[in-house]
């Protein structure tokens, strides 16, 4: 297991990130933020907290669990689903939807089927920690935290949990 990120690494790229996305959506007038469960939300959050310390306002944050919205779902075997939340409406709303790490972009598209039941936004955005390349389908991140080249057999692992934050690269497979 190798790191790639530390936790200071980390602050420094949600800081980036945030001057990013103000700056491509206008201050961040009519944003809201959509984290892909799990780790999207997590940094989703991160996202709205930089957010407030920098424009002293904190944009709503949603959650989504594409479980039930994902091509390979008859042939995986089903985790605990958990509950999608937006408690506000997104209809002509710029929404970034935030995950961890994109890979093959089957996530992304099922996170935007399953967005799209929520209303209709006037743009999506999509910000992403880890770009680590590999696409299935024509779908790229507007903002990037960094891009890290990895083999078929390796994985990207974020851990964010009590005032840790990392990244880690491995063999070890999915957990």
Known sequence: MERIMTKNEMVRVLKRLTAEIMEDTSGGKNICLIGIRSMGV??????????RKS??????VGILDVSLYRDDFSRRLPRRIKET????????????????VIWT?????????????FGRP???????LIDRGGRELPVQPDFIGKKIEAEKNQWIEVK?????????????GRK
């Open 160 to 172: 964010i949990e009590k005032g840790k934050a990392e990244v880690f690269l491995t063999t070890e």
């Open 105 to 117: 972009g089957r996530t992304i598209r099922a996170a935007l089927d399953e967005l799209i039941d």
């Open 42 to 51: 997590h940094l989703a959050e991160m996202l709205k907290n930089e957010i």
């Open 122 to 128: 006037n743009r999506v955005w999509l910000c992403v």
């Open 85 to 100: 939340v937006i408690d506000f409406d997104i209809e002509g709303k710029d929404v970034v939807l935030v995950d961890d």
């Open 55 to 60: 424009e002293k306002k904190a944009p709503p």
